[in-house]
């Protein structure tokens, strides 16, 4: 499976925005996705997580009640709705798919897409 990530921007400390995640592949409904980010001189961490049907669902402790994950696999798309951005949100943020159920850790993820970066300016 092939992976693109868009929708990153500058926003202001407060805002919002929608990422995407589109990919290729017939079985796409098969994939765990995962958003990931990585801020400079920081290791990529996990962002949140969302199983092949959607129904699980991973938020890290520093992005619940603000983000939110969800998936069309009619359109081989997750999204990640940011909400009340802070400046320590800014980063590359990455989407990954592994085949099977819900992960957490980067090293359990073997596809990725090209990053997109978040800037929030406070």
């Known amino acids: 499976v092939q992976l693109q990530a868009y929708g990153g921007g500058l926003v202001q400390a407060g805002g919002s925005l929608r990422l995407s995640c589109a990919a290729s592949?017939?079985?796409?409904?098969?994939?765990?996705v995962g958003w990931f980010r990585q801020a400079p001189g920081k290791e990529r961490e996990s962002v949140v997580a969302?199983?092949?049907?959607?129904?699980?669902?991973y938020y890290a402790d520093s992005v619940k009640g603000r983000f939110t994950i969800s998936r069309d696999n009619a359109k081989n798309t997750v999204y990640l709705q940011m909400n009340s951005l802070k400046s320590e949100d800014t980063a590359v943020y990455y989407c990954?798919?592994?085949?099977?159920?819900?992960?957490?850790?980067?090293?359990?993820?073997?596809?990725w897409g090209q990053g997109t970066q978040v800037t929030v300016s406070s």
């Open positions: 990954a798919a592994r085949p099977g159920g819900i992960r957490y850790t980067k090293g359990e993820y073997g596809y």
């Open positions: 592949g017939r079985t796409f409904n098969t994939y765990a």
């Open positions: 969302i199983s092949p049907s959607g129904g699980s669902k």
